[in-house]
């Protein structure tokens, strides 16, 4: 089996990515908000909301937006830096980022669409014709939507920069989308070639490692059969146990090192794999 590199799963490119996760907002919750069914021992469950970013060197590829002041305030979440400036504490512009991959559209992965004046936006059909179909007429299920980065999305397509992707496809050597579904119905995940191997960011389609870990799903879900199944694909995907990176998952910046000195509890090199050999 080849992956869309042309290179054997397990091998890749003859250079890797830097891979960083950014926390840029944060939010208290209750363990029982994060799993279908509630949870027996229920407890504070804070979620924290990441932009990534792959540093290799020919390019530079941003993994989502992030949210804005707008949504911060509508939604009650602490937007404690925007995405702006948390790219900019591991150098990067996000002014003039030419590449963006959306794993999906809900408003804290695509509501800093505007902070991007200068980049093509990856994003797979189906998310797409989710966003702007039949099932957005259920308030379930648009709920985490805000209808006018949708539509700053439909606009970008009219202007060439949206690059439509179905199922797993290739977005750089070295880099690659895929198509699992379930939290959203065209959710993407993307998979990178690092010094250790295979990396995956699984954005949503894991909100914390506890989700697969225990195969509890996340409450926000279109399709729970996608979800789950979609777990064992991560697995699939990744070099390592530990190279699935859960989306929304404060022990993200617990797992893996520092990314600079001063940025503990901020940006973390998930290519570097994890401080601790396991927990
Ligand atoms: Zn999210």
Known sequence: MTDMTGEQFGSGPPYSYEVYAVKYAERDAL??????????????????YYVWAL?????????????????????????????????ALIGI?????????????????????AQFPA????????EM?????????????????????VA????????????????????????????????????????????RGWLVLASDTSHYYENMETGRPFPIVFDAGAMIEGWDRLRELADHPDAVVPGHDPLVLERYPVARPGLDGI?????????????
């Open 31 to 48: 363990r029982s908000e994060h799993f279908v069914g509630g949870d027996p021992h229920d407890g504070p469950m804070p979620m924290d």
């Open 55 to 87: 540093v290799g060197p020919a390019r530079t590829i941003v993994v989502d937006t992030g949210f804005g002041a707008a949504d911060a305030e509508a939604r009650g979440r602490r937007l404690v830096r925007t995405v702006t400036e948390a790219l």
């Open 93 to 113: 512009d996000a002014g003039t980022a030419a590449e963006v991959i959306l794993t999906h559209l809900h408003y804290d992965h695509v509501g800093g669409f």
């Open 119 to 126: 980049a093509r936006f990856h994003l797979q059909d189906r």
């Open 129 to 149: 014709a989710f966003a702007t179909g039949r099932p957005m007429t259920r308030p379930f299920f648009r709920h985490s939507f805000t209808a006018a980065h």
């Open 152 to 195: 700053d999305l439909v606009l970008a397509v009219h202007t060439d920069r949206v690059v439509f992707h179905d199922g797993d496809e290739a977005v750089a050597p070295g880099v690659s989308v895929h198509l699992i579904g379930g939290h959203t119905d065209g959710i993407q995940v993307v998979r990178v070639w690092t010094e």
């Open 267 to 279: 940006a973390v090199r998930l290519d570097r794999g994890r401080v601790e050999a396991a927990g």
